[in-house]
Structure formats: C-alpha cells, structure tokens
C-alpha cells in the first residue's frame, strides 16, 4: 500500500507540473508553407520569453489621460525611463524566470531598459525541454525558411504567472505583396486602366499644398518592417527624383535600426518608405526592419459554419488603424468609396474602449442589413478608425518602378505622413506631439476627415453573407473608420486645440 501511494504521488505531482501559458495558441500551419522536417536537436533556436510586467492597468490610465484633450494631463507623455519604472518586471519574476532558464542551461540572453523581454538562443533540445509538448520542424515558402512547432507548448508552473508568452513557438509572418502576383492579379482581374496614384495625386486628394512640408528641428517619424523585407536606398533615391519633384523632400533615410537586410528590396518595405517620406515630406526618417488586406476576415469554426476573424494589431485598442478606398472614378481626383480589401471589424480579444462606444454603438443601430451577430462580436474593439487610398500605388522597388500595388500597407504610411506634418506644426507652435491619436479622433466625431460613405468589404464566402463583410455608413463605420484625411480641416482640428 505504501509503494503504490508513493507511485501515486510521484505520477499525479508529474502531471500538474507543467500547464499552458496561452489558452489560445495558433498552432496551425498556413497553406502556402512547407514543411520539410524535423530539426537536429544540436541545431540552434533563438525563442523570446515575455515577462509579466507590473502596473498594466495603472499604466493604460496614464495613457487615456495623456491622450484626452479634456485632461489637465494631456500631452505629459512619459519618458521611456518613466515607463520602464512602471512596468518592469519585478524582481521575483525576474529571478524565478532566469533561474529556470539558467536550470536548463540557457544562458545567453539578451534583453531591453524595459526588462520585460528577453531573447535568448538555444539548441532545439533544451528548447524542446523547456517548453514540454513542441516539437519543431523547418517550413519554407518562396525561398524563405522557418522554424516553428505546430503543437501546443506548456511551461513549468513555477514560472506560469511570471510570463505571458513564447514568442518563435508558433505563428508565421503574413506574405508580402510579390511583384509577379502583382501584375499577374492585375492581367487577370481585366480591371479597367487606372492612371494609378502617386505622390503628387494623394496630396492634390487630402490638400495638401507644396508649402505643406516638414520644418521643425525636433521631429521625425518611423517606418517598422514585420514581414523580413528591405528597402534600398537607390529605391528611394529614383522614387523622389521621378515623383518628388512638386515639394520639398528628403531622399534618404536619417536612421536604420537593425540589420538591413541584402538582395532584393522587398515591394511592402519600399512602399512604406516611399509614402511615409512623400506624404510627411521633408522630415527625418527612421527604419525599424503594418490592418491587414482581408476584409472582415474569415475563420471557419465547423463545416458551414463560420466567423469573421479580425486582425492583430489591427484590432487593438491601442493602435490608430487604417482602413482603405478608392477612387469612384480611376480617371479623377475625386470622392472616395470602400476599397473592398479594407480591413475592418470587431476585436474577440480586446473589449471596446471608451472612447469609441458612442461611435459603435451609433453604426450598429443605424445600419440595415448588417451581418448575422454570430459572425461579429459587437462588444470588442472596433476598426479601423481612419482610412486613406489603398489601391493602384506606383512604387520604385529594384530600381524599377511598378504599378498597381494596393493594400493598407499603403494607406497606413499615407496617414502617418500626415499626422507627422501636423506634429511638426505642433512643435513649431510649442505643443507637445499628438502621441496616441484615438481619444481625441473620435471626440472630433469627423471634423477634419472626407467622410466615405460607398461600398463593403469582403468577408466569407458562404451562403449566409455571399462575401460581403461590413458596408460604409456616415459618420464611423467598421470599414473606413471616421473617413480620409482633409488636411487643412485636421490640421485645424488638432493644432488649434489646447
């Protein structure tokens, strides 16, 4: 009786001794990757361990009160020191999470001021030890290899409550527009000719004067590469001598932050680079190496039965996000309608803040014919919460250049060209940045934007909604947010405040 209480013991105790971190971990495998095999145990892994930081929530009050032009704090931003003191990690996190990695003999590590991340290289066997129930295989697309692990991976209780996540487990990066799809989409698809959108046309759209150029000394604005692409600098050079030429500019980049990669430039990465520069002409640039192109999404939850499935960072309520349209007629500066790629819809993970539900919950009493409520969640974070054109973007990438490339990747540079613009007259004027737009974007209610009215996006394909996802309304709706920029009106709006 004994013996068979110790057994007990020893295989009870060795169940519980590791759970999941996340309960919801995308262990699928996208369709347009390959996966080749298993790795060698000895081969090396570089995994990002993501340490609970403290004070979230007191850290998220900060943020609304600097961003609400209705506070005696607005505009006080933190500094990054005074953020690192807030959040970082406490010391018994960081000593319980060295100490099991250290247990495993995982000691090169690097981390940041913050504290709350640390990337550290392995062999696959210790990672695999680590993180009971992987098992990772090499998967390569277009020419691209991948390490990932396509089951869920668990973490010793000790350390549960200490971290969030394992980055470099699972997920894989979303696939750049390629230049062939480009052109053969556009040949295929017998779309009319369009005379396309460069520089001079968006700022001729959103009003924007030769005058309308960067000036102040302290400002700067900054491009993030996610998906592994470069840009190149000859790229960027023969893009503002064929389509700068109208306003003063600048045609090299002031900063890059890690490593530029060699060989081709990447078509997303030189679209960024382009009109962020051409839109927020003339102000210094950083490169750090962006809503996504579907819609509503789709995810299929059983056979005929589905859901739209937002996407991230899209949906989060902490990001300004931006939607896409087009031009009614391809031959005009004209108005604008819903470009049917414009990402939009409602978050399952992030509840609706605040300072949108008025807006939301105006949309979605307004409007006839929505989706079914099965494929929404109408109380989660809405986007996006402002849109610009999406489609028919000439770009210079390998020293060619190209028509007909369309996403938000170029819309969301076109915006934050625009609010980097407004900063700098901020500065000149002695106010503080915007920092983060969303509360005092949605108080304007529209003041400042061209608002888009026409079309819907696309959604699932089946016979309950036949692909089409959420439609434009006036005032917000879940398809071009609050509308396209008027700059002269926005510059107005957000300079002559407080």
């Not at 995994?47 to 009050?61: G, I, K, M, P, S």
């Not at 960024?272 to 789709?298: H, K, L, R």
Request: proline fraction near 6%; include cysteine.
């Amino acid at each position: 009786m004994r013996i068979l209480l110790v057994f007990c013991v020893i295989i009870c105790s060795s169940l519980v001794l590791s759970e999941h971190l996340e309960s919801d971990q995308d262990i699928l495998i996208p369709e347009d990757w390959t996966r080749v095999g298993r790795i060698a145990p000895t081969e090396k892994l570089e995994l990002t361990f993501a340490l609970r930081q403290q004070n979230v929530d007191q850290l998220e009050h900060l943020l609304l009160q600097v961003s609400d032009p209705e506070s005696a704090q607005y505009g006080k931003h933190l500094t990054l020191e005074e953020v690192t003191a807030l959040v970082r990690p406490s010391q018994l996190t960081q000593k319980v999470v060295h100490h099991w990695l250290q247990s495993h003999g995982v000691t090169d590590c690097q981390t940041i001021l913050t504290q709350d991340f640390l990337q550290c290289t392995m062999s696959t066997q210790v990672a695999e030890a680590l993180l009971p129930g992987i098992e990772f295989h090499r998967y390569v697309r277009d020419g691209i290899s991948l390490v990932r692990s396509s089951s869920a991976y668990q973490v010793h209780e000790d350390v549960l409550q200490h971290l969030d996540f394992v980055g470099g487990v699972h997920r894989f990066p979303p696939k750049g527009q390629d230049l062939n799809e480009v052109l053969t989409k556009r040949r295929q698809s017998g779309a009319k000719f369009h005379l396309g959108n460069t520089p001079a046309t968006l700022r001729s759209r959103y009003n924007l004067t030769a005058a309308d150029v960067g000036s102040a000394q302290n400002n700067s604005q900054a491009v993030a590469q996610f998906l592994e692409q470069f840009y190149h600098p000859a790229d960027l050079a023969e893009f503002m001598m064929l389509f700068g030429r109208g306003f003063q500019h600048l045609s090299k980049i002031d900063r890059v932050v890690g490593v530029q990669g060699a060989g081709k430039a990447g078509l997303e990465a030189s679209l960024d680079v382009e009109y962020i520069m051409s839109t927020g002409a003339n102000i210094p640039t950083w490169v750090f190496t962006n809503p996504g192109d579907s819609g509503a999404g789709c995810r299929h939850l059983t056979k005929g039965e589905n859901s739209f499935r937002p996407s991230f960072p899209a949906s989060s309520p902490y990001v300004t996000t931006v939607g896409g349209t087009s031009f009614k007629n391809p031959f005009k500066v004209t108005y604008e309608v819903t470009d049917y790629i414009s990402g939009g819809g409602f978050s399952n993970v992030f509840k609706m803040p605040d300072y949108q539900v008025g807006a939301v919950e105006g949309y979605l009493k307004s409007v006839s014919g929505l989706p079914p409520k099965t494929y929404f969640n109408t109380s989660g974070r809405a986007y996006p919460d402002i849109a610009a054109l999406s489609d028919n973007y000439w770009v210079v990438t390998d020293r060619v250049p190209i028509p007909w490339v369309s996403g938000t990747s170029a819309s969301t540079p076109v915006v934050g060209g625009i609010l980097s613009l407004i900063n700098d007259r901020r500065f000149l004027k002695g106010l503080p940045s915007l920092g983060f737009l969303n509360p005092r974007l949605y108080q304007l209610q529209g003041q400042g934007l061209f608002d888009v009215t026409d079309g819907c996006h696309l959604s699932c394909l089946d016979e309950q909604v036949q692909g089409q996802g959420f439609c434009a309304a006036p005032s917000w709706d879940p398809v071009t947010g609050w509308g396209t920029p008027n700059y002269p009106a926005l510059l107005a709006a957000l300079v002559l405040e407080k």
